[in-house]
């Protein structure tokens, strides 16, 4: 007996928040940013190292999932299942994460550098598994020790978004600006992949809109923009990349249903001197090797299969921690951890709180059971 697996995601955008300067949650649109095309895509002079100086870079602590449960508790209501049928569960997923965390699982088989292991931690709270990516021992001493060079070079992202990028369709982008990396626009997906449901946010780096768009973007015409740089090696980009870097555009942009990918490509001095554009269908014929979505959409498959089969006991009884390693190939190990555990501890008490008095705030006349 034979049988295939092709399945895709049903993807829809539900909702939306901003992440100021300051790290500080913003239920609105106020980071939103509009992709302004340069007037000579193939000969431009962007230096991504201009103002480093006086760069403000993200902080080194993990913020977990901390923004998407806030998000997730201002929208109990959109969220919830309808009351006759929550004796399963009470929000109307399977599962909650970030988008970082599915494109890491579906990139999975191509992974090959040891420093891309992961450890994926997971909660259940009333029948939905919270999902949350964290960095291995190595990768964590690597952010802790990281030189001064190495953030520049994490900076050169968020510069070529400055020179791209505008808060208004017809302003001009502002690269004079002093760069601030903390500030994001994100976005939340509901998804269906084969049986589950999905909700997941993901940072978006502008859209492509002719109007401003003030109130929401959920139903409203626009197209999501993504920016990456690269070495300025060749002519073009075609049977050139590593495959595992392929894997992770293809996965990301996927996820959220990009289908525009701009690509700045540097120099050596680290200055943009030309903008290559890709759909989403480009993506894989940049692979050096032979690249399979259908081999990455079955290893997300098997993992939520066992993820659901693994994660029984809930939030407050413990925590489940699955581990990957590239040497590891296909397996991924898992251990019962304590339901308090530092280092892993994700699903916060004041979410669970706020869940709760919401819950109780729907059914005075019942009582309900605090962790399910």
């Avoid at 997300?300 to 190939?329: G, S």
Wanted: charged share 30%; net charge neutral.
């Amino acid at each position: 007996m034979s049988f295939n697996i092709d399945f895709e995601f049903t993807i829809d955008l539900i909702g939306h928040f901003s992440i100021d300067g300051n790290s500080e949650y913003h239920d609105d649109l106020s980071q939103l940013k509009y992709y302004i095309s340069p007037l000579n895509p193939n000969n431009v002079n962007f230096d991504l190292n201009k103002n480093f100086k006086s760069t403000q870079h993200k902080p080194i602590s993990h913020i977990k999932l901390d923004h998407i449960l806030k998000w997730i508790s201002h929208n109990f209501r959109q969220l919830e299942k309808p009351l006759s049928v929550q004796e399963e569960r009470w929000l109307d997923f399977d599962f909650i994460c970030s988008r970082g965390l599915i494109k890491t699982i579906l990139s999975t088989p191509y992974i090959n550098d040891e420093r891309n292991a992961w450890i994926i931690c997971a909660s259940k709270y009333r029948g939905t598994i919270y999902l949350c990516k964290f960095y291995t021992d190595e990768k964590e001493h690597e952010r802790l020790t990281e030189s001064d060079y190495e953030k520049q070079a994490t900076s050169w992202g968020f510069k070529f978004e400055q020179y791209m990028l505008a808060d208004h369709p017809s302003h001009m982008p502002n690269s004079e600006r002093p760069l601030n990396e903390c500030e994001e626009f994100c976005c939340m997906f509901k998804a269906k992949f084969d049986t589950y449901s999905l909700l997941y946010g993901a940072e978006i780096d502008g859209i492509s809109s002719q109007q401003p768009i003030r109130d929401t973007l959920v139903n409203k015409k626009f197209e999501l923009i993504e920016l990456k740089t690269y070495p300025m090696y060749h002519k073009n980009m075609y049977r050139q990349i590593p495959c595992e870097r392929v894997s992770m555009w293809w996965s990301q942009n996927y996820l959220v249903k990009t289908n525009k990918i701009i690509f700045g490509l540097k120099d050596r001095n680290k200055k943009i001197r030309k903008i290559n554009e890709y759909s989403l269908d480009d993506l894989p014929y940049l692979s050096k090797e032979d690249y399979s979505i259908k081999a990455c959409k079955q290893f997300c498959k098997i993992f939520l299969d066992n993820v659901k089969r693994i994660v029984t006991k809930d939030h407050n009884e413990c925590m489940y921690k699955f581990q990957w390693q590239p040497t590891a190939k296909d397996v991924v190990n898992y251990t019962e951890e304590p339901p308090d555990n530092g280092r892993f501890f994700f699903l916060e008490p004041w979410f669970i709180a706020k869940a709760e008095d919401y819950i109780k705030s729907k059914r005075p006349q019942q009582v309900t059971k605090s962790n399910k």
